[in-house]
């Protein structure tokens, strides 16, 4: 009996979709839009989020360039004293052909690029690992002074301005979707509006030979999910289109001016996906529900 309802509902909903293929059509493609700027906004913050962890995570170090005369054993001596600080958990010392090596390795692809150097430019260099971030300013000022230091790099004020732009996109995010499903879910009300209108007679003659409030309701239900579903495949396919592209064409650039790469497609995609069809669906139900609630009195 339920499976009997199911497919007479699912019947009626794709009936009612195609005789008002107009509103369908204008609800499908809102709700599209609205998902693909979703997509977007996801893409945009999910890089920046993967990009801040690269940068917080070497935050945590300082780099200590070395002067070309300074020995091996000068260096030690230098790691030795900046050990004594409290903020310092661990220092390494690098070597310019370590430092070659990853170099190479954050470029990837265009790594080759760096064997056309006639010589290593890279300093020999002290990577401090701190115990304390907030000690950092004071660990790169003493090493400033030290004899045989050519240069101190610490990003302290860099990164937190990447941090304030990481929170100024998820903000912005949180209130554009909030905003698209407002209008997505109206547009969906209207659409099933249009239907209760249409049928108000068939409705009437359903509801005095005995129908259930389900069973009229049903189909309804039915319509704006479909819509829902319809409108997260379009989205799904333009946005995964996209980033693959995006991916393709400038995923090696931006590996070589952070450092870190855009997010796996992989990753993007399939967690998108949930977003989408969870999105969707929920969409087009609720704006079938509000109408049926507001015009509907079953």
Do not use: C
């Amino acid at each position: 009996m339920m499976f009997r309802g199911l497919l007479h509902s699912l019947k009626e909903a794709f009936i009612q979709i195609f005789r008002n293929r107009v509103m369908s059509f204008v609800s499908i493609l809102s709700i599209s839009a609205m998902l693909i700027i979703l997509g977007v906004f996801f893409f945009i913050t999910v890089n920046v989020n993967s990009l801040t962890e690269a940068i917080k995570s070497e935050f945590e170090n300082i780099e200590i360039y070395l002067e070309d005369y300074t020995t091996e054993k000068d260096a030690e001596a230098i790691a030795i004293s900046l050990s004594s600080l409290e903020e310092v958990s661990q220092i390494q010392y690098i070597s310019k052909e370590t430092a070659m090596e990853e170099f190479k390795e954050r470029w990837g692809e265009n790594a080759y690029l760096l064997d056309t150097l006639s010589e290593n430019p890279l300093p020999n260099s002290l990577r401090v690992t701190l115990s304390d971030i907030s000690g950092g300013s004071l660990v790169a000022e003493v090493a400033g002074t030290m004899i045989g230091v050519e240069d101190v790099r610490y990003f302290q004020s860099e990164v937190n301005k990447v941090l304030r732009i990481s929170e100024g996109v998820q903000k912005l995010t949180l209130i554009m979707i909030i905003f698209l499903i407002v209008v997505s879910v109206v547009v969906v009300s209207s659409t099933v509006k249009l239907t209760v209108m249409s049928r108000e007679a068939e409705i009437s003659i359903m509801k005095y030979v005995g129908a259930t409030n389900w069973f009229v309701r049903g189909p309804m239900l039915v319509e704006g999910v479909l819509m829902g579903a319809i409108s997260a495949a379009i989205a799904l396919g333009a946005s995964t289109y996209a980033y693959l592209k995006l991916t393709e064409l400038f995923g090696a650039d931006i590996q070589m001016l952070f450092s870190n790469g855009l997010v796996e497609p992989g990753f993007m995609i399939v967690n998108l996906a949930y977003i989408f069809v969870a999105l969707g669906v929920s969409i087009g139900a609720v704006g079938s529900i509000i109408s049926m609630r507001r015009f509907l009195k079953v």
